[in-house]
């Protein structure tokens, strides 16, 4: 009967299952972050209830760039935005008529579908900080969380499984 659970060898057999434990306990302990998207900021990047993973380690060597979509935290280690970054630190950022501008140049950005007329005023970013933006803009601005954020808040980017 346990040959049928464990095979010929139940040493190895509970061996290669502890080995996984472990390895799943690491990954998804310490390293990658699990994210079930809520609200439609993200839309069509990310549809409601969709499941993500955040990679905590992702920025150890390099820096958040303009486009990388990020996990931003809230409150504790657990809840968190998903957000676009469009600015970085030292630049000059706004939003004029829905376009975002960054040191006056408008930005392009593919992944945006539909736009609402934004307009905010050009802020300029410390030397940790970042802007960042859901996708869809064509939700009102007031029913939309962005803006700046400092570096220490953003817990690595967005890794896709797809």
């Excluded at 010929?8 to 998804?28: C, E, G, K, S």
């Excluded at 968190?80 to 408008?106: D, Q, S």
């Amino acid at each position: 009967m346990w040959t049928l659970f464990f095979g010929r060898h139940p040493r190895r057999a509970l061996a290669r299952a502890a080995v996984l434990v472990v390895a799943a306990l690491i990954l998804f302990g310490g390293v990658l972050l699990p994210v079930r998207g809520e609200g439609p900021s993200m839309s069509p990047t990310f549809e409601q209830g969709d499941l993500v993973f955040v990679n905590r380690l992702g920025y150890l060597r390099s820096s958040p760039a303009r486009g990388d979509i990020v996990a931003v935290r809230l409150a504790g280690a657990r809840v968190v935005y998903l957000k676009r970054i469009v600015g970085l630190p030292g630049e000059r950022v706004g939003i004029a008529e829905g376009v975002v501008r960054v040191n006056g140049a408008p930005l392009d950005e593919p992944y945006v579908r539909k736009r609402r007329a934004w307009t905010t005023g050009e802020v300029t970013l410390g030397s940790d900080e970042y802007l960042v933006i859901g996708d869809n803009r064509g939700m009102a601005m007031g029913a939309h969380a962005f803006g700046k954020v400092r570096r220490a808040r953003i817990v690595g980017p967005v890794v896709r499984l797809r």
